[in-house]
């Protein structure tokens, strides 16, 4: 009867253990659910220049404004190199070229660079958020590592009482034996 109860105990121990687990495991799940939710790319409200700078800085770094601004240049030259000869509007040294290019330039480089400061601050909130990130799993390994070692003390410590009950149940057995091999006088 005594011993039924002690594993009927033992029993209830463990399933307590294991709902304790369990609950822990549900937590971690909601809140890995809440981390991802959290660090989701959300689609952000831009202005016009902005929309605008970002497609001039895609376009002045493709290859397709490269190619076409080449051959602009090249019809520029031939045009007034060779068909304009003498009434060419803009002779060699090309300095109405030059100005324009120039122009082009002072304009385009401002507007890129706002493209890619707008980028470095994406940038930078990614990485922000990929170190908060990196900090949680951080944080949840040790905690995984304290919990693994609080089970292994507490399954160390069951056991340690499963062993004991084990010696205590042999030597009443012991006992038993004892109690039963010695002879009796029936006389």
Request: glycine letters at 2%; aromatic letters at 6%; one cysteine or more.
């Amino acid at each position: 009867m005594k011993n039924k109860k002690y594993v009927l105990d033992l029993l209830k121990n463990e399933d307590e253990q294991l709902q304790k687990m369990h609950e822990i495991i549900h937590k971690a799940l909601d809140e890995e659910t809440l981390i991802t939710s959290i660090i989701e790319d959300k689609e952000e409200e831009r202005t016009q220049g902005e929309k605008l700078s970002d497609q001039v800085a895609k376009f002045g770094g493709s290859w397709k404004f490269i190619i076409i601004f080449a051959v602009i240049l090249i019809v520029w030259i031939f045009y007034n190199t060779q068909v304009m000869h003498n009434k060419s509007f803009d002779p060699y040294p090309y300095i109405l070229l030059n100005l324009i290019l120039s122009c082009i330039a002072a304009i385009q480089a401002p507007i890129i660079m706002m493209s890619q400061n707008r980028q470095e601050a994406k940038d930078r909130t990614r990485a922000t958020s990929d170190y908060m990130i990196n900090l949680k799993s951080e944080i949840e390994i040790r905690n995984l590592h304290e919990k693994v070692d609080l089970s292994i003390i507490d399954q160390y410590k069951h056991l340690c009482e499963i062993q004991q009950k084990q010696l205590q149940l042999l030597e009443e057995l012991n006992k038993k034996v004892k109690m039963l091999s010695k002879p009796t006088n029936i006389s």
